[in-house]
């Protein structure tokens, strides 16, 4: 979650359970393709939006690129999937850019996934691989998400017996944090999970930032433009690792999905949400 201006941006096996839809894929050449768009409940989901199908829901992830708005995650777990613009091949250093809307004192990482279309059929259903970045997460944690009966707090409960709730801000949001076209009353939501780097600085309080390897994050792989502000995320295909940590050999990828990572809530400033504005094919 952040509140402020948000930074313009150029349009350009893990389980995952319950958000799965088997859609038709329908697209036109060098374009962006949202495939799925299965947020956590947050304080940005349902804000001034009305999905109540998966594909609405992509729709209006595909319209916030190209408007050069941020679209949410929310709380851990939540995650979009893209089909990028063009074939994205392993090159010498970075790859591809994600762009997030960080600033120093705020970073809200997303762990990134890759995929090639290696059966050919246009679906992000081949084998997923992570990304691997500068911390070891927590790998295959869960949480589970319940509607409430009325607008408030969400409840969840993680695969290690915590609970907890997703803290409904009344003086900024007046919407359903629960995303609406998630027809089922709970949710489970499962991947790679880092701890929290929230704290209390003068009063204030603050997400600092991760080394390298997150969307989202005020990172050592941040491009910047020639006055020093944020442009993307950068990423290499070389640090992709499998389910056991491997290193694995990817030549090419087509997909690319992004998930929440941290699960911590401040009452004051609400969720830390991974925020995404766009991808950067090089």
Known sequence: MKKHWYILAVITTVIFTSCNKDEEITEEANELKVLEYCPAPGQFINEGFNCQTMQEANAYAEQRFKQKNYVSLGSFGGYIT?????EIKN???????????????????????????????????????ELKGSDNPTRDYSVTYFRPDEIGDIPWEDSEGEKGVIK?????????YYPDWIKEDSYTLTGSMLEPRTVLEGGKWKNQSFGKGYADNWGSDMAKDDNGNYRYNQFDLDDAID?????????????????SAILKNVESIGEVSTEVLGFKAF
């Open 168 to 176: 409904y801000l009344s003086q900024y949001h007046a919407q359903m």
């Open 243 to 259: 389910s056991n940590g491997n290193s694995v050999k990817q030549d090419r990828i087509h997909f690319v999905k992004v998930q």
């Open 82 to 86: 893209v089909k990028m613009p063009k």
């Open 91 to 129: 090159r010498k250093g970075y790859d591809f850019g994600i762009i997030g809307n960080p600033f120093d004192g705020s970073s809200e990482p997303g762990i990134v996934w890759v995929s090639e279309d290696a059966n050919g059929n246009g679906k992000a259903d081949d084998v997923w691989y």
